[in-house]
């Protein structure tokens, strides 16, 4: 089954990092950090309506101020989601132009920032034509995991350690329901556009054994009923979605492994940094980020399906592929011999 979103690495393994999603036949995209973004076209820009911030160190959250440059002016939301301290950092940016004209402004392009704790997440409102004064309230909701739940995919997040909270991501297709055309023509039923209201059913999670109703387009044919699990089971081969996993700038302790295998498990590509190699692991230590073998630790733990390292530090340019040779060989050997893998564990 053909996913709907592709999601792809903004910059070269030396370079910022970011992830940019977008879903194929729609206008729409997602993003998951945005350093240095100037290699995306205005036009990609443009499709992303959420943003979503691993921390606010320099090189994962310099794209901002690009991303609020093109949205002014536009009828637009932008919803915007990072750690602790984000609403702060947020705010100190935006104070740092002056908007006595966007008064003026007839579109309404509105800015929500929402802050992930361990026990809330805080949402502020940052209307355009309120020189992004933020909205007296601050909303806040329990966190239970889920960032965003949108009708096709969602999103959720783990709180991380970077010496400070680091989220991690997870996007998640919806299931995929395909028609079996044969089995269709089998119980007397013809294509049409009942076929979206069904599909749309076991997407809400209807109940199982409610009826479903088949209207059919012929003249004088009356409906046809049907459990919705029996039809289900004649005519749809239902697939699991792709699962999609963005792990930066993380520091390798027993608390961090644990979080980030429960994120990534089963995923079907992990993108994970690696900003260094193992005989330099005490420095990826002090810097509170992975070695490329305790990437690929995490990622056989995880049995992710593939899995790409990035964020690599400029001091081994021109050696990426020893990168790839260390995390391919962690990975295969923890899916070989199981996490008893001695030498990586924290
Ligand atoms: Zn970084
Ligand atoms: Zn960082």
């Known amino acids: 089954m053909r996913p709907s979103f592709y999601p792809r690495l903004i910059n070269g393994a030396f370079d910022d990092p970011g992830l940019f999603i977008p879903f194929i036949f729609e206008k729409h995209a997602v993003i998951f950090d945005i350093g240095d973004i100037y290699s995306l076209s205005t036009r990609d820009i443009l499709k992303i309506r959420h943003v979503f911030v691993t921390h606010t160190h320099m090189d994962h959250f310099v794209g901002f101020d690009r991303i609020l440059r093109l949205f002014l002016g536009?009828?637009?939301?932008?919803?915007?989601?990072?750690?602790?301290?984000?609403?702060?950092?947020?705010?100190?940016?935006?104070?740092?132009?002056?908007?006595?004209?966007?008064?003026?402004?007839?579109?309404?392009?509105?800015?929500?920032?929402?802050?992930v704790r361990p026990e809330h997440i805080i949402t502020k409102k940052y209307l355009c034509q309120n020189r992004f004064l933020p909205a007296q309230e601050a909303i806040q909701q329990p966190f239970n995991g889920i960032l965003l739940q949108e009708p096709g995919f969602d999103v959720s997040a783990v709180i991380l350690d970077?010496?400070?909270?680091?989220?991690?991501?997870?996007?998640?297709?919806?299931?995929?329901?395909?028609?079996i055309k044969n089995n269709v023509s089998c119980l007397g039923l013809e294509i049409g556009p009942w076929l979206k209201e069904f599909k749309q059913a076991l997407f809400n999670n209807q109940d199982p054994d409610s009826e479903f109703e088949v209207k059919l387009r012929k003249e004088n044919s009356s409906a046809k009923r049907f459990v919705?699990?029996?039809?289900?089971?004649?005519?749809?081969?239902?697939?699991?979605?792709?699962?999609?996993?963005?792990?930066?700038?993380?520091?390798?302790?027993?608390?961090?492994?644990?979080?980030?295998?429960?994120?990534?498990?089963?995923?079907?590509?992990?993108?994970?940094?690696?900003?260094?190699?193992?005989?330099?692991?005490?420095?990826?230590?002090?810097?509170?980020?992975?070695?490329?073998?305790?990437?690929?630790?995490?990622?056989?733990?995880?049995?992710?399906?593939?899995?790409?390292?990035?964020?690599?530090?400029?001091?081994?340019?021109?050696?990426?592929?020893?990168?790839?040779?260390?995390?391919?060989?962690?990975?295969?050997?923890?899916?070989?011999?199981?996490s008893k893998e001695k030498e990586v564990k924290p």
């Open 74 to 115: 536009r009828e637009q939301n932008l919803f915007l989601y990072g750690p602790e301290g984000l609403l702060k950092n947020v705010e100190g940016k935006l104070a740092g132009y002056s908007w006595n004209l966007v008064k003026n402004f007839s579109n309404r392009f509105t800015l929500y920032a929402s802050e």
């Open 162 to 179: 970077h010496s400070i909270p680091c989220l991690g991501f997870a996007i998640r297709e919806q299931f995929h329901v395909n028609i």
């Open 228 to 338: 919705l699990k029996d039809l289900a089971k004649r005519i749809a081969l239902i697939t699991p979605g792709q699962k999609v996993v963005y792990i930066a700038d993380v520091v390798y302790n027993k608390f961090n492994v644990e979080k980030m295998v429960e994120l990534a498990r089963a995923a079907d590509h992990l993108f994970i940094e690696a900003a260094f190699l193992e005989k330099d692991r005490d420095l990826a230590e002090n810097k509170y980020h992975l070695t490329a073998r305790q990437a690929g630790y995490i990622a056989g733990r995880a049995r992710v399906k593939q899995f790409t390292l990035f964020h690599f530090s400029p001091r081994y340019t021109g050696q990426e592929l020893l990168f790839e040779k260390e995390a391919r060989q962690a990975y295969e050997s923890v899916i070989k011999n199981g």
